[in-house]
């Protein structure tokens, strides 16, 4: 019978005769854990920061941008050619069961003013249902009524970087502020949603109501035009059916001929933040394949090194078989010293890889999410290339004739 514990010291006592070999034995799988942690931290923390920017965008999005001109020629792209107007958006909602609802909007840059502060920004004309679209949160007062947008009110909504900068750590709603020289009373205060996946500042912004934009900022080339419709499915799946109805009401809408171009553009931006996020999870799996090989090489310095110490002790291994040591005492020895090696090192390359990871994400910035599972599959793997690459070595010792090890030199 195979005496573990006993076998368990003996690999200890003999790792322990030569410190030095063992620890530069250990060091390639220190570094190959460190590295696969440190990766799959990196790449998860991007990923979920992407995750976050796509939820802060809205679900289950689509926008709709107006046509293209033609100038001498050229296409000037989409959104050159006004298009769009808030008879669209309700045609949309009204004839679509696939909509849950829309939003319209008419945006344009101007500067703040309050007091002896100023703020340049994005203005945002729109509805109430653009809090709903955008799954925005109202942080104090109250969102736009649609009295605010019959009647084109001087009413407006500001951001959390708008209110950082004009009001400090003051309460807004109340004050008065001035948008291109037209006084505004705020009325409420966005919940902060960060950095969009494009980087843009999405709590940089006010906004009013489409109206009041149209009327009494910006201006339109003919009544009820909006520069955007924003439109929120009712689900997922409903996506692809929201995009096609979409695309025939505002055809029919719009007077287009079967065989001429559409006068606007439908984008899924739910799907276009969904591959994003794909691909972000595609680089943290090649990061942590990348990471892996160091893994590869460290297992294969446990082998040469083991390989070395079945030679080096050939004549212990004679001796302990001409006592009575069974095939499988010596190969579970050599196991067992070459699963301790990884099971230390692994030990080590997690201390290793959650320091860098920190360490990383200090001078860096970058985001780092360390998770139990790449810890777990780090340790794991450490321990199979400890096994496997120990085997050899121990079978090669195993077999090793007795008469023939005692007499070795």
């Not at 005496?3 to 005769?17: D, S």
């Not at 807004?172 to 291109?180: A, E, R, S, Y």
């Not at 065989?259 to 439908?266: E, G, I, N, R």
């Not at 984008?267 to 394949?289: D, F, H, P, V, Y």
Request: net charge positive; charged share 15%.
């Amino acid at each position: 019978m195979i005496n573990i514990p006993w076998t368990g010291r003996l690999a200890f006592r003999a790792l322990r005769v030569n410190k030095m070999r063992s620890a530069l034995t250990m060091l390639g799988i220190i570094i190959g854990v460190g590295a696969v942690i440190t990766m799959l931290a990196v790449g998860t923390g991007a990923s979920r920061q992407i995750a976050a920017q796509v939820q802060s965008m809205g679900s289950n999005l689509l926008i709709i941008l107006p046509g293209s001109t033609t100038s001498g020629g050229l296409r000037m792209g989409a959104g050159t050619q006004p298009t769009l107007t808030m008879a669209d958006a309700d045609a949309i909602l009204r004839e679509s069961p696939a909509v849950a609802d829309v939003a319209p909007v008419l945006s344009g840059s101007a500067q703040v003013v309050y007091g002896n502060q100023n703020w340049s920004t994005v203005i945002t004309g729109t509805t109430p249902s653009m809090i709903n679209v955008r799954d925005w949160q109202i942080a104090s007062g109250r969102s736009f009524t649609p009295d605010d947008v019959k009647n084109a009110l001087k009413v407006c909504i500001l951001g959390q970087t708008v209110i950082d900068n004009l009001f400090g750590d003051a309460d807004p709603v109340g004050k008065t502020v001035n948008i291109m020289n037209v006084p505004f009373t705020v009325i409420g205060a966005l919940a902060p949603k960060g950095q969009s996946t494009m980087g843009q500042d999405q709590d940089d912004t006010i906004y009013v109501p489409v109206t009041t934009a149209q009327k009494k900022l910006f201006g339109t080339p003919f009544p009820g035009m909006v520069r955007i419709i924003l439109v929120k499915a009712k689900s997922a799946d409903e996506l692809n059916n929201a995009q096609s109805d979409i695309t025939g009401i505002l055809r029919q809408r719009h007077h287009i001929g079967p065989k001429q171009d559409d006068d606007f553009t439908v984008r899924n931006l739910t799907q276009m933040m969904q591959m994003a996020e794909q691909s972000t999870k595609i680089m943290t799996l090649l990061l942590g394949a990348i990471a892996s090989v160091s893994l590869l090489v460290g297992g294969i310095g446990i082998m040469n090194i083991m390989l070395v110490s079945v030679t080096e002790r050939t004549r212990e291994i004679g001796i302990r078989m001409a006592i009575g040591a069974k095939t499988w005492d010596i190969r579970l020895q050599f196991i067992i010293e070459a699963l301790i090696l990884s099971m230390l090192g692994g030990i080590a390359g997690i201390i290793l890889g959650v320091g860098g990871s920190k360490v990383l994400s200090a001078i860096a910035g970058w985001p780092v999410a360390v998770s139990p599972l790449s810890i777990f599959l780090a340790v794991g793997f450490s321990a199979a290339v400890g096994i496997f690459f120990g085997f050899y070595p121990a079978y090669k010792a195993s077999l090793l004739n007795p008469i023939d090890a005692l007499r070795y030199e």
